[in-house]
């Protein structure tokens, strides 16, 4: 099993994809960061909106507060790294070969699945922090807020649910296009549901609907963030199991 996570450590080192997915998550934190530290507040001054009541907190942790709550970025950068660190081993045939060498099956899934758990971590913080880091060099950070710790916990939960889902299509689809496309449609068309508040007692059960509350998040959002990983990387490995690897 040790063997097996260091040669998929090797690979998230060797992956292209991974780096550039780290970077754009960088680069999007930074230019929101200084977008809304130096031109929005700048305009809004000029346009003498600071009078009419509306204003700007762009300090440091509020801007990372603020890009926590943007939930879409990440899972749109979780989709596709899903689908080009998982999916695209099906079309390299590199799980048949592990078969080949007589590793059984759930040691192949679980030791890729940890090393994906672990590597999307810094790749879904980056684009919070860099913000931060952005908006704090023109007002500092503030206070640090009395919530932040249960916030970035709280994220890291409801992104690993994702994870969790992202795994199971990348299983289920095998395709690096079609998985792209069914997580970010997936998550997609579970957020739109969260507009019908008639749907509200059955979305509220979703993965998408609690990411939306993850400011605010509590035991609700604990459960099914629980119980969408477990279900989803449970029903990953049985697909796994039955999948016909070459």
């Known amino acids: ?3 097996l996570i260091r040669a ?8 292209l994809g991974y780096k550039v997915l780290f970077l754009c998550a960088m680069g999007l934190g930074l230019f929101v960061g200084f977008l809304t530290a130096y ?18 907190t762009t300090n440091g942790f509020m801007m990372l507060k603020n890009l926590i709550n943007d939930t879409q970025t990440n899972v ?3 989709s ?11 079309a390299d045939r590199t799980y ?8 059984p099956r759930w040691k192949v899934l679980a030791s890729k699945v940890s090393v994906y758990l672990i590597a999307i971590l810094p790749m879904i913080v980056i684009y919070p922090v860099s913000g931060m880091l952005a908006a704090a060099s023109r007002y500092g950070f503030g206070t640090v807020p009395d919530d932040l710790l249960l916030l970035c916990l709280r994220c890291l939960l409801g992104f690993a649910a994702v994870a969790g889902f992202c795994v199971l299509m990348s299983v289920l689809i095998k395709n690096v296009g079609g998985v792209i496309g069914a997580c970010i449609g997936g998550t997609s068309a579970l957020t739109i549901l969260n507009l019908f508040p008639k749907l509200e007692p059955a979305a509220k059960f979703s993965f998408m609907y609690q990411l939306a509350q993850i400011g605010s998040g509590g035991w609700m959002f604990l459960g099914v963030m629980i119980v969408t990983l477990v279900v989803s990387l449970v029903l990953a490995a049985v697909l796994f199991e039955r999948a016909e690897l070459k």
């Open 8 to 15: 998929e450590f090797l690979k998230l080192r060797k992956s």
């Open 80 to 90: 596709i790294f899903s689908a080009i660190f998982i999916s695209g081993e099906f």
């Open 96 to 103: 048949g070969i592990a078969l080949y060498s007589g590793v």
């Open 1 to 3: 099993m040790g063997k």
């Open 39 to 56: 031109v929005v507040n700048d305009f809004a001054d000029v346009a003498g909106m600071g009078e009419l009541g509306i204003t700007f």
């Open 76 to 78: 749109i950068l979780i």
